[in-house]
T-cell receptor, first 120, second 113 residues
Framework: SAVISQKPSRDICQRGTSLTIQCQVD?????MFWYRQQPGQSLTLIAT?????????ESGFVIDKFPISRPNLTFSTLTVSNMSPEDSSIYLC?????????????????FGPGTRLTVL | QKEVEQNSGPLSVPEGAIASLNCTYS??????FFWYRQYSGKSPELIMS????GDKEDGRFTAQLNKASQYVSLLIRDSQPSDSATYLC?????????????FGTGTKLQVIP
């Protein structure tokens, strides 16, 4: 597995502002992911962040709203821009740990502790 | 739209009993399957991975996979109150040329002392 930290752990923000969430891993990983989990809901993938390339966004999520950086193999940031109360959620980063480099679908994902965001 | 279905529960079992959690998935070519445990207010924790048909045991946990029926389950033997949590089923499959994990909505398990 991997040790993953996120900052901040929680924040309360005003409508129209932006928040950048940091995700730090204790080892080099190729794939990092950003998820959103709204109260009582399951996980929704926002985007996949590979080092050295543009993030791949899922349907319903756009780069202008959720810009992502991946400057190296241990770090990524997700920014929630121009926030509204609908963005109130838990934001989670996860990393894929390579058990078998020959077949990536066998690789397991591990999650950071999450960032609880409340937008007023 | 690839789907992963779980009964939301709550599933209530007495302490010491076997808890059985079920999951079905729609993508027939899915390759790998995971069970996560999520305590309230915490992030998901991976507890089991399974890739081949049959059973995989790890301590009190047994994952069962039937690809023909597109069905995966998690059995928890000798259930403890500390097992009370939401259990998420996750399925990894091809999504437009890259691998993507799809999560179910989770089953809430309550173990009654």
């Amino acid at each position: 597995s991997a040790v993953i930290s996120q900052k901040p752990s929680r924040d309360i923000c005003q409508r129209g502002t932006s928040l950048t969430i940091q995700c730090q891993v204790d080892s080099q990983v190729t794939m990092m992911f950003w998820y959103r989990q709204q109260p009582g809901q399951s996980l929704t993938l926002i985007a996949t962040a590979n080092q050295g390339s543009e993030a791949t966004y899922e349907s319903g999520f756009v780069i202008d709203k959720f810009p992502i950086s991946r400057p190296n193999l241990t770090f990524s940031t997700l920014t929630v821009s121009n926030m509204s109360p609908e963005d109130s959620s838990i934001y989670l980063c996860s990393v894929e740990v390579l058990d078998s480099p020959l077949w990536s679908s066998y690789n397991e994902q591990f999650f950071g502790p999450g960032t609880r965001l409340t937008v007023l | 739209q690839k789907e992963v279905e779980q009964n939301s529960g709550p599933l209530s079992v007495p302490e010491g009993a076997i808890a059985s959690l079920n999951c079905t998935y729609s993508d027939r070519v899915s390759q790998s399957f995971f069970w996560y445990r999520q305590y309230s207010g915490k992030s998901p924790e991976l507890i089991m991975s399974i890739y081949s048909n049959g059973d995989k045991e790890d301590g009190r946990f047994t994952a069962q996979l039937n690809k023909a029926s597109q069905y995966v389950s998690l059995l928890i033997r000798d259930s403890q109150p500390s097992d009370s949590a939401t259990y998420l089923c996750a399925v990894n499959g091809d999504s437009g040329g890259y691998q993507k994990v799809t999560f179910g909505t989770g089953t809430k398990l309550q173990v009654i002392p």
